[in-house]
Nanobody, 123 residues
Framework: QVQLAESGGGLVQAGDSLRLSCVVSGDTFGRYSVAWFRHFPGQTSDFLAAISWGGSSKYYSDSAKGRFTISRDNAKNTVFLEIASLKPEDTARYSC?????????WGGGYDYWGPGIQVTVSS
């Protein structure tokens, strides 16, 4: 069993940068790829980025390339998502997910999910 918990969200100003954290606990952290998704009300989950268990491979959606950076610190069992130049349209609930399918860009590719954290960007 794996548990994930996001932190670092909140209310920010447009143009700011933000770093979200996802702490993974339970099963051996290093065996899982971890991804970030965001969720808009009434819409399907939007894949942003994924990172392999060793951190050597990173995957981004086209919409995330350029402003989003994923990284991980296995010593701290934590995966990060840095977002630069935040825009009001980045307002969403962000969640991390863990699974064994490296680089999967759809929600079904992940077995474990965090509860999500809200990011609100004001203009």
């Amino acid at each position: 069993q794996v548990q994930l918990a996001e932190s670092g969200g909140g209310l920010v100003q447009a143009g700011d940068s933000l770093r979200l954290s996802c702490v993974v606990s339970g099963d051996t952290f290093g065996r899982y790829s971890v991804a970030w998704f965001r969720h808009f009300p009434g819409q399907t989950s939007d894949f942003l980025a994924a990172i392999s268990w060793g951190g050597s491979s990173k995957y981004y959606s086209d919409s995330a390339k350029g402003r989003f950076t994923i990284s991980r610190d296995n010593a701290k069992n934590t995966v990060f998502l840095e977002i630069a130049s935040l825009k009001p349209e980045d307002t969403a609930r962000y969640s991390c997910a863990a699974g064994t399918a490296e680089g999967a860009n759809w929600g079904g590719g992940y077995d474990y999910w965090g509860p999500g954290i809200q990011v609100t960007v004001s203009s």
